[in-house]
């Protein structure tokens, strides 16, 4: 970036030449008005509008062109003219068979990336016969109990093209195990196993409660994942970090950043002091955002949080790969502002949710059914979802030119002062100590619960208006329906597990439990031999139960409030 | 001058979804009650215990998993158990229309859902109380 002042115009040249025309080469898509046949040579591109000259506030440093440094205004030289956003869609749960069954229907219809959804117990795990799942099994997700379901779930589907995402956390490196014993059964060979874990334990601690262990054994397993990702999965995405869940549990939209950004780097850290290359796994982290109605503001959020990435990958931890400079990311509905009373003005939230991460630059998005707040998804209420993106996408233009907030005098300052606010946030949690001492005694939920209740007292006096809630009410109570899984699935589930206990070869499993306590007392990657207990068909809460042997469980939040 | 209000919020259930109990709690404390949080993923026994033996006024359970129906049966034959059987309880979360009659005539006095003020909660939790 060694363009002068006053030479955007000579940037630009460079960019359109050596940047853009080799992806533009690629192809755009036909709705973009980009005219065919347009070459560098011929002039500015119609897909980016850029000043001509620099007007004093930094434009090639601090904007810059899609795909390059900063990134602020895209990671791709493209962006959505060349390929649109991706759409993600409500995936669905039940059995494993019915698991099985929805994937299969999904990958017939040219569907991949399938997401699998685990119910609670789980995720933090246990068994579905353990006292403390009753009631949980199935409910919000698929219960996976052993190798056994692994298998039901994926056995004859294409794995490649299913690429799975594996929304665990807690036990994420025993889903992984279990998923990749399953893969290896079916022929895959391992640097063909593609899917993604989200495996972001820290944020667990600060919003959604999915912890097994304490901080720092957690830690140790999530860095396990990595690494052994990085040996010998190329095609695993082993790590979405989330400020999607803070924000949820109330987070201020610069603490949303600053949280998942400082559990970002307390991940890296912890990757660089195992000994791994910051450019052989950096550029494998991915974000999971959230996007609200306000569009502006979101719109900046995005911008300044690529910006801020590619500042910290470059400059603080030296990564040379531009690809471990990129922030990418998807976004999601944020569900918490969508109501239960007149739910049909969430599809309006949604519309403009959409638009607001469109506008940010994300890489995909999930839009929420209107109805959630209410029920499982319909049918309809799901594909109305989808609708309201292809509308976005197909309708509306706004992905027909590359960034088109950049520039505003209002998104531009917005983006600068999150920049500046996270960056501030982020070095006073650094000076205290670094994130993990701020989740360990309990500071960084404290500030999040307390920006919670500022805002619900906002929402309560009045100053920050929620149609139909506490303005424009209509005086109908709203009615929720819960999903409840069948009483027969859930028998049904206990019986395959307590057949499997039987019927397994349990000396194996005493083996290889045995193996994998005696590692996690030492300081060995306990991939190995959770990959080994998964293939001796150990249980996931043997498994996990064996670490917490070791490692204790965790207990947060509880005492009297000062 | 009477002693302010106990209050025990308890988190049963395994989901981890402790922006309702958090945001309500901060709110009691302001009301100047004495509040007192379980933690996530509580068993009923274990909040009857806690509710007994930190002679708490009246139990605020908040619960976002969906298991609430066995949750409360369990919780009301623990307290009963544990001697609080006099202890009220109130239930907040995502819990159906449809639940509400079952939930009341487990013992649960009053029941609210996402959307519910603070200031109702509070004063539903002084009306039960009596002070």
Partial sequence: MSEDQGSVAAARQRWEKDVLAPAVDKGLRPATIAPAGWRAQEGAAPLLHTPREDDGCGYLEQLGFPGEYPYTRGIQPTMYPGRLWTMRQYAGFGSAEETHERFRYLLDRGQGGLLVAFDLPTQLGLDSDDPDARGEVGVVGVAVDSLQDMETIFHGLPLEQASPSLTMNGAAAVALALYVATAEKEGLPLERISGTTQNDILKEYLARGAYIYPPRPALRLCIDVIEYCTRHLPRWNFMNVCGYHMREAGATRVQEVAFALANAITYIEACLARGLDIDDFARRIAFNFTASAEIFPEAAKFRAARRLWAKLLRERFGARNPASWMWRTGA???GSTLTAQQPENNIVR???QNLAAVLGGVQSFHAAAYDEALALPSEHSALLALRTQQVLAYESGVGDVIDPLGGSYYVEALTDEIEREVGAQIARIEAEGGMLRAIEDGRAQGEIARSAYAQQRQIENGEQVVVGVNRFQDGTAPDISLHRPSAAMVDAQIARLQRLRRERDNGRVALALGRLTAEAHGNGNLMYPLLEAAKAYATLGEMCGAMASVFGKHQAHAGVLP | MSRPLRVLVAKPGLDGHDRGALVLAQALRDDGMEVIYT???????????????????????????????????DLFTALAEAGGEDIPVLAG??????DFAHLRALGVREIFTPGSALADICACIHRVVGR
């Fill in chain 1, 332 to 334: 999601g509905s944020a």
């Fill in chain 1, 350 to 352: 949604v519309a403009l």
């Fill in chain 2, 39 to 73: 933690g996530l993923r509580v068993s009923p026994r274990r909040i009857a215990g806690a509710a007994v033996q930190e002679d708490v006024d009246l139990v605020c359970v908040s619960i976002l998993s969906g298991a609430h129906n066995v949750v409360f049966e």
């Fill in chain 2, 93 to 98: 979360g995502v819990i159906p229309n449809a």
